[in-house]
Nanobody, 122 residues
Framework: QVQRVESGGGLVQAGGSLRLSCAAP????????MGWFRQAPGKEREFVAG????????YYADSVKGRFTISRDTAKNTVYLQMNSLKPEDTAVYYC???????????????WGQGTQVTVSS
C-alpha cells in the first residue's frame, strides 16, 4: 500500500494556475505508476492524468490535455500536477493514487486520501 498526502489546492480565478503535490513516503512509491483523479460535487470520480513508474510515459484525460502536466520526483517520493489555464469546470477535489495505466483506473478503488480542493471562479 502506498500512503500519500495531497496538497496545493486552493481558490483561483479562471485562467490561473495551481501546482498540486502528492507526497508518498516509502520505498513502494517508485514501483507504481501514479495518477491524479478528481471528483466534482454530484459527479463520479474521474481520471485526470497518469505517469509511469519510470516517469517516461504520461497520459491525460481529453479535458485537460494541453493544460495540465503530470510529473514525478522519485528522490522526493512526490508526484506533481501542474494545472494551467484553469476553468470553472476543473473545480473538484483532486486525489492521487497508484493507477493502472492500461485502463486509467486506480489500483484500489476504495483507497483514497483526503484529497485537495481546487476551486476555479469565473
Amino acid at each position: 500500500q502506498v500512503q500519500r498526502v495531497e496538497s496545493g489546492g486552493g481558490l483561483v480565478q479562471a485562467g490561473g494556475s495551481l501546482r498540486l503535490s502528492c507526497a508518498a513516503p516509502g520505498r513502494a512509491f517508485s514501483s507504481y505508476s501514479m495518477g491524479w483523479f478528481r471528483q466534482a460535487p454530484g459527479k463520479e470520480r474521474e481520471f485526470v492524468a497518469g505517469i509511469s513508474a519510470s516517469g517516461s510515459s504520461t497520459y491525460y484525460a481529453d479535458s485537460v490535455k494541453g493544460r495540465f502536466t503530470i510529473s514525478r520526483d522519485t528522490a522526493k517520493n512526490t508526484v506533481y500536477l501542474q494545472m494551467n489555464s484553469l476553468k470553472p469546470e476543473d473545480t473538484a477535489v483532486y486525489y492521487c493514487a497508484p493507477v493502472r495505466l492500461a485502463t486509467m483506473t486506480p489500483v484500489k478503488s476504495d483507497d483514497w486520501g483526503q484529497g485537495t480542493q481546487v476551486t476555479v471562479s469565473s
